[in-house]
Structures are given as structure tokens and as C-alpha cells.
Nanobody, 113 residues
Framework: VQLQASGGGLVQAGGSLRLSCAASGSISAINVMGWYRQAPGKQRELVATITSGGTTNYADSVKGRFTISRDNGKNTVYLQMNSLKPEDTAVYYC????????WGKGTQVTVSS
């Protein structure tokens, strides 16, 4: 299984970015895809997850600003990030879980004040 993330970049506070992550390989139809992030000097933390059935879960810090979605036919998960804040600056990692955990390489998101 491989995960390929894209969409990171530099944006001003209040701006928006959309992350995408495509999974390839032998993947169970029943799974959870999600995004985690790690800021310098901090532990990796959950941002949002979505099950193959569409149930979502968000960190309190991003509720109302970020939206996770997925296309099961394409094994792709998206993260729409609006009203970005400098504290959202981090490397964002895509995750796929169904018994085992698979991680993408990460994409940098930098929000300037």
C-alpha cells in the first residue's frame, strides 16, 4: 500500500488550502482514512478521520474550519482547510488504517501571519 499526498504550501492567515491523498495497492474496502499533523517540537496529532462509510471525526482545534471527505472509488481522501491560522503550520500526514496503519510521506503546510 502506498499513499501519495499533495496540496501543501504557503498561505496567509485566513486563507485556504486543499490536501489530497491517493492510496494505491491492495486495500480493504472497509477502512479509515485521515490526516494527522506534526509541528516542530510537537507530537503528531489527529486532525480528522473519515470511515469508508462516511463517518467523520475532527480535532476540536479544526472543527468548523476543516472538512474531510473521500472518494471511495478513487481511494482518495481530501482535507479542505479554510480560515487557516499560523498554529496550523505543520507537516500533514495522510493515514490509512484497517488493522495496520499506513502513512504517507507528509506535505508541508505553512501559514504566515
Amino acid at each position: 500500500v502506498q499513499l501519495q499526498a499533495s496540496g501543501g504550501g504557503l498561505v496567509q492567515a485566513g486563507g485556504s488550502l486543499r490536501l489530497s491523498c491517493a492510496a494505491s495497492g491492495s486495500i480493504s474496502a472497509i477502512n479509515v482514512m485521515g490526516w494527522y499533523r506534526q509541528a516542530p517540537g510537537k507530537q503528531r496529532e489527529l486532525v480528522a478521520t473519515i470511515t469508508s462509510g462516511g463517518t467523520t471525526n475532527y480535532a476540536d482545534s479544526v472543527k468548523g474550519r476543516f472538512t474531510i471527505s473521500r472518494d471511495n472509488g478513487k481511494n482518495t481522501v481530501y482535507l479542505q482547510m479554510n480560515s487557516l491560522k499560523p498554529e496550523d503550520t505543520a507537516v500533514y500526514y495522510c493515514n490509512l488504517a484497517y488493522g495496520l496503519n499506513y502513512w504517507g510521506k507528509g506535505t508541508q503546510v505553512t501559514v504566515s501571519s
